[in-house]
């Protein structure tokens, strides 16, 4: 049986730091979800269509981690067909041994609801924002601002909106160093996998 571990929360909680270090630490495979999005986005013309066709090798295409992508993302990511024709892709992955890492919105409550480790990553605004203007050399208050749009529209789209689910572990990373949050997700896991 794989072990899975979903890893969700808003942009910039650091999710996907704790999804890679997790993903080194055990050997598992990682999967981050919002490229699927992002590409889709990016992609341009029917976006229904475009999530339909998309291929591995779209995830690696360039531009797609800029704040541009991600909005794009999340408008795209709103549209249920789109959604429903990523779901497979994501299983599919979320199946392979020893164990599978996915992050994104949806995976503990939609993806993947039987995965063995479930976290869901959290931090203030502010420093979310801070974060992503340093990743992309960005200005701090605009990042902020597309950071709560992004949030408002995941949250509150009709189809498996951003939510923890109900078995999931929360994880405030505003205070703690990289190290200490993933020190505390690896603590989560191994308790998981001692049960
Ligand atoms: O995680 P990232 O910022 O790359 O995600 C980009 C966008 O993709 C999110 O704002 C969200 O709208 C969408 N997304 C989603 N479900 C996921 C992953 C990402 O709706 N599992």
Redesign the pocket.
């Known amino acids: 049986m794989p072990f899975t571990i979903a890893i969700d929360g808003p942009?910039a909680s650091g999710k996907?730091t704790i999804a890679r270090a997790l993903a080194a630490h055990y050997g598992f495979a990682h999967l981050?979800?919002?490229?699927?999005?992002?590409a889709v986005g990016a992609r341009g013309g029917d976006p229904v269509a475009a999530a339909r066709a998309l291929e591995p090798a779209d995830l690696a295409r360039p531009g797609l981690r800029t704040a541009e992508a991600?909005i794009a993302?999340?408008i795209v990511?709103a549209i249920p067909e789109v959604?429903a024709a990523l779901v497979d892709f994501q299983r599919r992955f979320a199946a392979q041994e020893p164990g599978a890492i996915l992050?994104?919105?949806?995976?503990g409550t939609a993806?993947c609801p039987h995965a063995e480790v479930k976290l869901y990553v959290i931090a203030d605004d502010r420093t979310r924002a801070q974060r992503r203007a340093a990743e992309l050399d960005a200005d701090e208050d605009e990042t902020l601002a597309q950071l709560r749009d992004?949030d408002a529209?995941?949250s509150t789209r009709a189809t498996t909106p951003l939510r923890p689910a109900p078995d999931a572990v929360f994880l405030d990373t505003t205070t703690l160093t990289i190290d200490e949050a993933i020190a505390r997700a690896v603590a989560e896991v191994e308790a998981r996998m001692d049960d």
């Open positions: 942009a996907g981050d979800t919002g490229l699927l999005y992002r991600g993302a999340s990511a959604r992050d994104g919105r949806d995976i993806i992004r529209r995941d």
